[in-house]
């Protein structure tokens, strides 16, 4: 008895230390609810709009690989396999397992081919085109631009590139094919005659021009194969000319080489006041000097080419790409002045690298 009488009045003390909250009219509970309830929306609406978890949701569900019910059927056991006449959905660096699937792949996303031809030795873009139709081995495709028009004949061998796919742990992206039938339509059929392999999208690496002071370019519009270089240039000026004396900016709007391989070359410039425009497929005379440290003078290259790309640059520059089809003699007494004072620029850049030295 006298232990619960100890245990009542320390209840009591327990109670009576707490604070209590005093009783509130029901007005303004109510209020005091409404405020609660508008601070908590305001908190979340700043947080939603912060953070953004709808488009986190939308952005991992892409990233998931997409699953089309109606392409799969559910075997015993809880296999899934693809159904029957479907092939699976596939995109660029995607796995694929047949040379069928390849097909149907190349159908359903009228996927785009690079078809090029061999000329002079190395490979040449001659039409980009998109696949509509295939039955058995002719491929029947939609021209979307010729690049060359001269290339692109019935009964040539073409070289079809598509994007990269994997197919049983290799890498594939093209096949070699004939040239059947272009129509007047737009349209042309090209009969396969190879399997499923693998080629470069560049057949040359390119490299950059780290000092424009090294690489020195003159062009000449031709109309035609047959040309006298020597006469050319001896009265002819040139459309355009690259000659940097003092070190450049690579970002700069002016002339220069922005990159250069063994089968062509890409630059900045611009034509001379009455000159010839340049436009794709035209044929030019290119006369180049590399610099050779070894030898502390300019080499010089004459070059047949044809332009491959001219596109606006903005501020009157042109992006000019060139394709190398063979080398021209250079007539023996303008090798050393095909450059005004080119014996001079060699010697000052030989003086400049001795002094970095």
């Known amino acids: 008895m006298?232990?619960?009488?100890?245990?009542?009045?320390?209840l009591e003390s327990v109670k009576?230390?707490?604070?209590?909250?005093?009783?509130i009219p029901e007005p303004v509970k109510i209020f005091?609810?409404?405020i609660a309830l508008g601070t908590s929306i305001a908190i979340f609406v700043v947080l939603w709009r912060k953070y953004k978890p709808l488009s986190s949701i939308k952005e991992f569900?892409?990233?998931?690989?997409?699953?089309?019910?109606?392409?799969?059927k559910l075997m015993k056991g809880g296999k899934v396999v693809s159904a029957e006449g479907k092939s699976p959905s596939v995109k660029g660096n995607g796995k694929i397992s047949n040379d069928k699937n390849v097909l149907d792949w190349l159908v359903k996303t009228t996927q785009t081919l690079d078809v090029s031809i061999d000329r002079s030795g190395q490979r040449t873009l001659a039409a980009v085109v998109n696949v509509i139709d295939i039955q058995g081995l002719d491929i029947t495709v939609k021209i979307k631009d010729i690049v060359t028009d001269s290339l692109l004949t019935s009964g040539v061998t073409v070289k079809c590139i598509f994007a990269e796919l994997k197919k049983d742990k290799k890498k594939i992206n093209a096949f070699v094919a004939i040239v059947k039938d272009i129509s007047v339509v737009g349209e042309a059929v090209l009969t396969r005659t190879s399997a499923f392999g693998f080629i470069r999208r560049r057949a040359f690496s390119r490299r950059k021009v780290a000092d424009q002071r090294y690489i020195k370019i003159k062009i000449w519009r031709l109309e035609d194969d047959d040309f006298d270089a020597e006469f050319l240039l001896d009265n002819m000026e040139p459309e355009i000319i690259i000659d940097n004396r003092m070190k450049v900016e690579v970002s700069s709007k002016i002339p220069q080489v922005l990159d250069i391989s063994k089968g062509g070359i890409a630059f900045l410039g611009s034509v001379r006041d009455g000159g010839d425009m340049l436009s794709r497929n035209d044929k030019v005379l290119l006369c180049m000097?590399?610099?050779?440290?070894?030898?502390?003078?300019?080499d010089p290259h004459l070059i047949y080419c044809?332009?491959?790309a001219a596109k606006a640059a903005g501020q009157g520059m042109l992006r000019l790409s060139f394709q190398f089809l063979r080398s021209v003699k250079i007539p023996p007494r303008k090798r050393s002045t095909l450059f005004k004072g080119q014996a001079v620029m060699a010697m000052n850049l030989a003086q400049t690298k001795k002094g970095k030295q």
């Open 16 to 23: 009576t230390s707490f604070f209590i909250f005093p009783d």
């Open 306 to 308: 044809e332009v491959r």
């Open 61 to 72: 569900y892409k990233s998931l690989p997409p699953l089309h019910m109606q392409s799969v």
């Open 32 to 34: 005091l609810w409404l």
């Open 289 to 298: 000097l590399i610099y050779q440290p070894s030898r502390k003078t300019f």
């Open 2 to 10: 006298m232990q619960s009488k100890v245990d009542s009045r320390f």
